[in-house]
């Protein structure tokens, strides 16, 4: 159809008109049907096809982050207290790296009820003390999420291709203003693991602030379609010389894994004042070039993503290693087996509510909380794994059990990256 403009009613084609009066108010009507205006499309009685959404599909999952809106707290109470290495605390899927600098002997990781409009959780960790001095050597604290390869493999980018984008979104709080070092690392890229790098800035203080970074395709990264680790992003809180003092190169993945090139000298300091904080939530990594609004779930959605990777037979609420005299739900969701005959032996069997990502690592806990043991009544008995028998749709464990006639066992597996 041939296309017309007229300095009259600007004619596009038959049926197509934009008014003078139409123009000056930003409306276009095509036909008697559709309207387009800066409030979007109004249209009646006729079908509008899309393509896609944001390059990508319209329908199904987009968020290739797990938990991000931080709705799942598998592991322990509210808050916990942690001192170094590198393990998951507060919510599910989200891993901190620390090395605590000199007058700083922990810190608090916890699940909280402040968050952005929308949401209802949030993850937060803040010292329990000032630093002495400054920050020193490896001195950190590191926010990270792993993502399996075989989730990027399949995500639909084209990860070999400059042109191609993934968008990495989240909401930040903090007392402190400044940058923060956005690290994402390829695990599976050939020679040295490849690195891309970014900062966001926190402009405003105690205020929930959206960030985005574009992560560009690379033509040497390699994502393999397998469940192990494939994909890192962390978020830097605190880093000390070992990591800041080299070449910090902003949007652009790296071939080298220099320590020092891995965050940027003006990041922020959590550990600068016992009064400081860093919250997290809302954090979504979807196929595109265009941050697209948060992809929330329901809390089973989330959960069931999560238990692939750790779960236990404890009621929800209550954490492994709860002791029954203090929290009578702690016996609730216990493995129960009757032991017959004359034999002393006894043995549990538990399959997880999904597949986990690979043979879990086992800890078992009795009536008491104890780890390591089951109970006979109200007695601990050690109990130990078969490893022929334990893989990632079930697990078993056993003992020698002469107090009772009944057994009971807590199974908590561990399968994370």
């Known amino acids: 159809m041939a296309l017309t403009l007229s300095g009259t009613n600007g004619v596009v084609g038959a049926g197509f008109s934009i008014t003078p009066g139409g123009a000056v108010a930003g409306i276009v009507t095509v036909g008697a049907a559709v309207t387009i205006s800066e409030s979007g499309i109004e249209a009646s009685g006729i079908g509008i096809t899309c393509a896609n959404i944001n390059g990508g599909q319209i329908g199904g999952r987009r968020n290739l982050i797990i938990n991000g809106a931080m709705l799942v707290a598998q592991r322990t ?9 590198s393990t998951y605390d507060a919510c599910d899927r989200f891993k901190r790296n620390i090395d605590l600098p000199t007058g700083v002997s922990n810190i608090t990781a916890s ?16 010292p329990n003390q000032a630093r002495s001095g400054a920050l020193s050597g490896a001195d950190r604290l590191f926010v990270q999420q792993n993502i399996e390869a075989q989730i990027i493999a399949n995500s639909g980018w084209n990860y070999t291709d400059p042109n191609s984008s993934l968008m990495l979104s989240f909401y930040i709080k903090s007392n402190l203003t400044g940058v923060v070092s956005i690290e994402i690392t390829s695990q599976d890229s050939p020679s040295t693991k490849q690195h891309f790098r970014s900062t966001v800035t926190i402009n405003s203080a105690n205020t929930w602030e959206r960030k985005s970074v574009k992560i560009t395709g690379d033509s040497q990264l390699v994502f393999d379609d397998n469940f192990d680790a494939g994909m890192q992003i962390s978020w830097h809180y605190a880093a000390g010389p070992n990591f800041t003092s080299g070449t910090h190169v902003t949007g652009q993945w790296d071939t080298t894994a220099v320590a020092e090139n891995r965050s940027s000298a003006s990041n922020i300091d959590i550990f600068s004042s016992a009064s400081n904080y860093v919250s997290l939530t809302g954090v979504q990594l979807e196929v595109g070039d265009q941050v697209t609004p948060f992809e929330h779930h329901t809390f089973s959605e989330d959960l069931a993503l999560c238990q692939r990777y750790y779960c236990h037979t404890y009621p929800y609420t209550v954490y492994p290693g709860a002791n029954y005299n203090s929290d009578s739900n702690a016996r609730r969701g216990m493995l129960f087996n009757y032991r017959q005959n004359s034999t002393n032996y006894q043995a549990f069997q538990w399959s997880p509510p999904v597949e986990m990502r690979t043979v879990p690592t086992q800890t078992h806990y009795s ?39 009944d057994g009971y066992v807590h199974f908590v597996l561990d399968a994370e990256l």
């Open 77 to 85: 109470n509210s808050k916990t207290t942690v001192t170094t290495g």
């Open 111 to 126: 699940q909280e009820s402040d968050a952005p409009t929308g949401f209802t959780k949030s993850n937060k960790y803040t």
């Open 367 to 405: 009536m008491l909380g104890t780890a390591g043991k089951a109970s006979g009544s109200t007695t601990d008995f050690t109990v130990a794994t078969n490893s022929p028998h334990n893989g990632p749709t079930g697990v078993m464990c056993y003992g020698d059990n002469t107090i009772a006639n």
